[in-house]
């Protein structure tokens, strides 16, 4: 097979991971460009990485113009995607205009609107079919490998599936009074907004954090969970219609909440524009501007984060109940690529995905999600690059029917 060319926009945490992991796939790629808004970023983490060579660029991710001629410039075969989620929809319309398969970790936000759902996206199925191009949405972990956990537990276990719950536990501690895992601008939109879930052919909503239990992750213990939107339950219930309820359960501690809950009372997650000394700004960009960046939190992480799926459905007539996860190491994704875990259980499924795509394995026209595809070959190769995963059948779960 003739190596490929992979473009990377974004040098974030996640950013880096993927890069990283890239780089190790000396049999498939000749060369990668990494570009992001601060060439800096980019020349720190290709100095690191390799023995893929690396060359980086700096480009605004919101200019389709711009992303254009670098893509023409570099000639990459597919891009990788990890940058914001407001850029989603520019950079799909820079692959199409190029003729470049497309991979991405997050679903399209509007920038002045704490709302995302993947129609925006899947209105471009008919423009990348047409033109002979790959799109695949969600290829980090949660949406991602708990898209493909829930595939492969359709394919592998159940005649059936009927209920779902996505548990994502952060067990770790980075020693900051307040710090954001990922990006803190998307990370707190996402928490402050109302709970979503899906029951019975509607969707439920629910006051931000209202809805909480606790829930035993394996060799950590039980932790407080709360309920939240996520947009993978979006897409598994389109595509697996026999489902009856699908929620998301994330972990926060109570010192995180409390913080939250004063930084929302004055103001500061607000994404309504103010004027200071005569600028306008969203109080949500100043503050992540203060707070730590989720990259520098690697060095001191301790603990480890648990991410999977809990379910319930029939086979052969019997219920039957499966239970997904990985757990991963802090310490063990900043020994293998300078990240904390969060970072790394998001940027080693994108690179992943990335590279089945690369080598025709999950390649056809048009706009997709991970759970579209075969679970196989993306769980085969998920454990040897550094997240493995385990199942646990008829085992108890902390949700009942």
Known sequence: MQKKRLMIIGAGGVGNVAVRKAARMEDLYDCIMLASRTKAKCDAIAKEAGPVPILTEAIDADDVSAL?????????????????PYQDLPIMEACLQTGVHYIDTANYEPKDKAHFEYSYQWAYHEKFEKAGLTALLGSGFDPGVTN????????HYFDELHYLDIVDCNAGDHGKSFATNFNPEINIREITQHGRYYENGSWKTTEPLEIHQKVDYPRIGAKESYLLFHEELESLVKHF????????WMTFSQQYITYLKVLEDIGMTSIEPITYQGIQIQPLQFLKAVLPEPSSLGPNYQGQTSIGCQMRGIKDGKERSVYIFNNCSHQMAYQDTKAQAVSYTTGVPAALGASLVARGIWQKSGVWNMEQFDPDPFLAELGPLGLPWEVVVDGKLAFEK
């Open 241 to 248: 219609p026999t489902v009856k309820r699908a929620r998301f």
């Open 68 to 84: 254009v001629a670098l893509i023409e410039s570099f000639k990459p075969d597919l891009l990788l995607n990890v940058a914001l």
């Open 148 to 155: 493909v956990f829930t595939a492969y537990a359709v394919k």
